[in-house]
């Protein structure tokens, strides 16, 4: 990341949005700090007794809807942190020592001991590859070995039974609700910051399009990890403040079942909103306090009831269809995302070294005995168009899968600007200067126009995690696909809104603007009109001549091949067939028998249009 | 150690008769269901009832066949149904209504523990030991429904129709095959299998509302490192079965109650497919 970008957008953060944002948050938090103040004298000993119970679960829930309302990651072990917090206090308390220095190192030792447990469990559960359910079953594994642990522990972790009665603060009811409910407010308005920046969009799209966020050069996994430890992290503060006051720790803070139970107030109050969870655990945890008493079963019992029905109808939540309501008896419309100002990007100098860009030798792709690639080899050097043409099954995408991710071949070798690609995975093949456009447009469909843009920037510019910054730098070819097919004009607009035509254009000036210097295109016009494939073929020609980027293009039109390619292979069941300048392979004898198969008519090299 | 070995083997015999009607849900309809473990109990308080009315131990099992198959189809038509293009949220809703299942049993039967009548008591002789007659009945039973399902998906009409699914359900339609019908009925059936197996386990558990939590996951677990296929999972039972009889001999029972859980993550961490 280039300290310049940084300075840049610094400066130019000085400009009225992000500011707003960052006033609007202080705002209702200090909102919610007089309320606090205020609560303890209005409310009853009994209400308060239980609401700071429920303002340190509430923040325990909302590094529940971080991961999953916001990431999509179905985590049932945010409870593990919560107890190894609470045991920091409880153990700590009960078998070393109590005191203000005691209290510091004890909620060091937990914090640190619940970072180190999600980094243990995000390292398993986040490899490349990892299918979404892998992260449940860590998740889900984690909570009940813990609460195994502390079965074991005999009389040091108090066994089933846990630790009560360790000395401990015993303040005035108040200042321990001002305690929880400041905490509560602090991880609340940085929460709403984080979710609103530039990174936290990064969160939304890992949820809508993992893979595709990989070939945007987003490193996946490990924001996944780093959000899991720091979840931990704050989940094991709000298990410690939770011990601290209630003077009980149990088998149960640490367990499965209190797991589940986040994801219901989350799922209730409204996952992918900071505010509907933190509402809607404080609501229920208070009422079932109440009502624990009389309709214990009966109050359980609406929970599940309540709780399918979200899932099943109301996906979004409780709140949100609340907040929607609303607005349409007030009749105002949603707030839209300002949209950011287009600059171009400074150009970064491509150091011209004697490589070729792209090397592949020998590579080869099976699945179990059926060979899908055999002995591909070829050279691409700078400024060339190579068109990939053959048949359906021929091996194109293949063979495109295989440039773009190092897990993917069976054999060969893929050598870029000198540096072999080896087993590295997408992200990293994008930091090589690999580029991918997948067939079908894939883009985030719930983000705007110019968020998915700026996904692309994540390798080449810093990303805030507090603020969305009001520019957007985008290199000379991404701009000029965006002008010039009207997506400038709809920067602030949900990619679902969009064409087909404009999605796929979005979705080239995407790949575009990671600044790649191998462009893999399958098929970038179909389905297209005759005008967009044009003003398409116009821009990858002027990339090629003026920026001098290889260009490596899986194309079925052959007139489109023949308009703009500088050299054509034929591929034709997994091999290489033919090599060469557009005319000797378009007008080749081969070429049509391939298409046609023999005995048919000529192959359209003139007719598809 | 003859002792050891039957413990193993019958042990893994009762997980493998737990975990089939999950896994029969997953690999048709690729969904799990986590009110397994409610369907689990209601075969129990199934078995708990014929006790009551004083039947005969052994109606207890088509009953609680009945009793999971009626319900299975009600919950597929009304919860399940709306989530075959969202698995996670799946997940939560079968979650959800394994709660309902649940405070509807306490509300009905109360929290405390019930006494279910077995079928069979006491011990036979076996390999020069006296050994649990009910356990080895066990084995035998979860041969049988191995035996079964196999049979059922191989040669019948509904099994081809269900493989079909499992291999391309858009293909399996486009070939007129209703596939709306084979998940209702695979639901149901996974309903009832684990609604009998909820029956066959009551005399070696203790009946209560909670009874099928502990074995939810166990199965969830274990079906997703089979490689959702029945030899897979008779391999799986055998082996971490074996694992967790072993370490609660030797080590100790409570980190034995941990074994499953954590060798089937380690397993689907080094094989993503499960070891089928």
Known sequence: MSGEAMTESKAAAGGAKPRAELGRVLRWGALAVALLIVAPFVLDTYTVNILIRALFLAALALTVDILWGYTGVLTFGQSAFFGIGAYACGLVFTHYGFGPGWAVLALAAGILAAMAVGLLVGWLAFYHGASPLYASIVTLALPIVLTQVVFAGGRFTGSSSGLSGFPTYYWDLEVWFWIAGAFLILVTCLAVLFVRSDMGRVLVAIRENEMRCAYLGIPVSRIKILLMVVMGGIGAVSGFGYAAFTNVVAPELTGFLLGTELLIWVALGGRGTIIGPVIGTIAIDVTSSYLSGSLPFVWKLLIGIAFVLVIVALPQGLLPELGKGLRRLLRRQPAAKPAPELRPARSRVVAAGAAAPLVVEGVARHFGSLRVLQDISFKVGRGELLSLVGPNGAGKTTLIRCLADGMERSGGRVVIFGKDLGRWPPDRCVALGIGRKFQAASIYETLTVAECLRLARYRLEPFSLWQASPILELPEAALRIVSETGLAERLDIEVRHLSHGQKQALDLAMVLALEPTIVLLDEPTAGLTKTERERIGGILTSLVERERLSVLLVEHDLDFVRQISSRVIVMHQGRIVLDGSVAEVVDSELVREIYAGSGHEPAPAGGTA | ?276
């Open chain 2, 1 to 276: 150690m003859s002792v050891l070995i039957l413990d193993i083997v019958t042990t893994a015999a009762i997980l493998f008769t737990v975990a089939t009607g999950l896994m029969i849900i997953l690999g048709v309809m690729k969904l799990i269901n986590f009110a397994h473990g409610a369907f689990l109990t209601i075969g129990g308080y199934a078995a708990y009832i014929a006790t009551v009315a004083g039947w005969s131990p052994w109606a207890a099992i088509p009953f609680a066949a009945v009793v999971g198959l009626v319900l299975g189809l009600v919950v597929e038509y009304v919860i399940v149904r709306p989530l075959y293009a969202r698995p996670l949220d799946a997940i939560l809703a079968t979650w959800g209504l394994g709660i309902i299942i649940g405070q509807l049993i306490t509300i009905g039967f109360g929290r405390e523990v019930q006494f279910v009548e077995p079928p069979i008591s006491g011990a036979v002789e076996f390999l020069g030991l006296s050994y649990s007659t009910y356990r080895l009945l066990l084995v035998l039973v979860a041969v049988v429904i191995g035996a079964g399902l196999t049979g059922l998906l191989y040669f019948t009409r509904f099994g081809l129709n269900a493989r079909a699914v499992i291999m391309n359900e858009d293909l399996a339609r486009g070939l007129g095959i209703d596939s709306t019908k084979v998940r209702l009925a695979t639901f149901g059936l996974g309903a009832a299998l684990a609604s009998v197996a909820g029956a066959l386990i009551t005399p070696l558990v203790s009946v209560d509302p909670n009874l099928g939590l502990p074995w939810l996951v166990n199965s969830f677990m274990l079906v997703l490192a089979s490689g959702v296929s029945i030899p897979g999972l008779m391999i799986v039972s055998l082996l971490l079965g074996g694992a967790q009889v072993v370490v609660s001999t030797y080590v100790s029972p409570i980190i034995g109650g941990l074994t499953i859980v954590v060798l089937a993550a380690l397993i689907l961490r080094l094989r993503p497919q499960g070891i089928g």
